[in-house]
């Protein structure tokens, strides 16, 4: 995704990708996050391997009007049970607000209390593994920026005292994809004890021509999108053959590698939104907020698909494979490495074809949980057909296997889990003052 821009998510210039190392000024990267992809949102163009080293331009204004998150529930301390709120737009946000566990900048209300992303992340992973933490200062940390990575007890005291709350880590989205799950969990329990069906034959059930159109499309499109950026792939800057871990510019340039193999994917996931039906319907608010928050997910997604179980390592480029060690040597760390890698080998043993990952890649742009998302009703009815193709073709080609579509749907779940790592990953990415070109600090609201 290159800068987005407001009126328009211009077209890609993949012909003018030539070079990271020519980089326009990012302003008008901003018209629409001001801008995110999307024909809809006038792209900038990618950003140069010395804009890594330099302070370079400054960050985008992007003016948003950060809202709170539709699944975030409130509860009624009367009964501690989830207090449904009413439909309509969430509140405004001007802009400047800070968490209220951190002191970082708030990106809306996450589990009942304003807070940034690290700490909303933070707090539902605690939660989930129900994590139990301890402190060498015996629990009297001052929260700060600074600290909240180096005591997870205090972090995690800090949010309770804040007033999070445990039984609003669910999302709505994530609740409706657990009905999904418990719904296929039950047809499937109901065919098992029902008579065996005769073979597939003539009366096997079909995709609806429209579902098979609309599958061809996709894959159609993927294909277009992943051609393009391969041949700009070539041009990014090559991983370094020297190996000296304490050599700074060997440093920097495998940070640039994989910072422009970021921006390569961002670009793709872009030109494929664009062009999915119903997209450009959207508000360009809407637009953007749904392309900022699902480009990660995406990337991940696409990460999964070069994954290689042989050598357990993932190939972004022709004949070049990374491992996790590989990933470290760039800046990353191993919390957000490993379930990286985790991810990718849970989504390999699925074995999934084309059609599947592009279906799950629409389904996930479409996503009307999403922080600033304004028409849900709107979202989620672009979503439905694609939810409902997937079905049908999992059912048609899968006919055995009940539960791989609610399997599949849970992946989306635990991407939502690995965005939050990433969150705190791109943060540690700041402590090391390494510097992030202007339309991944845009897209993954790093500001300086």
Known sequence: MSTLSATNIADVGHDEIAAFRIMPDLDSSVDIMQGSHDGLLPLPHLATVSSLQNEGAPPVDLGWHLSAESGDIPTDPAENQPVKRKKGPAPKMLGNEVCSVCGDKASGFHYNVLSCEGCKGFFRRSVIKDAQYACKNSGKCEMDMYMRRKCQQCRLRKCREAGMLEQCVLSEEQIRLKKMKKQQEEESARAS???PTPALGAGAPQLAPQQRE?????VAMQKQCNKRSFLDRLKVTPWPKNQDPLNREVRQQRFAHFTELAIMSVQEIVDFAKQLPGFLELTREDQIALLKTSTIEIMLLETSRRYNPAIESITFLKDFSYNKEDFAKAGLQFEFINPIFEFSKGMNDLHLDEAEYALLIAINI???DRPNVQDHDLVERLQQPYVDALHS?????????QLMFPRMLMKLVSLRTLSSVHSEQ???LRLQDKKLPPLLSEIWDVHE
């Open 193 to 195: 004890a029902a008579p």
């Open 214 to 218: 609309m599958i061809e499309k996709l």
């Open 366 to 368: 479409f996503s009307a």
């Open 393 to 401: 073709y999992i059912r048609i080609k899968r006919p055995t296997d």
């Open 426 to 428: 791109v943060f540690a």
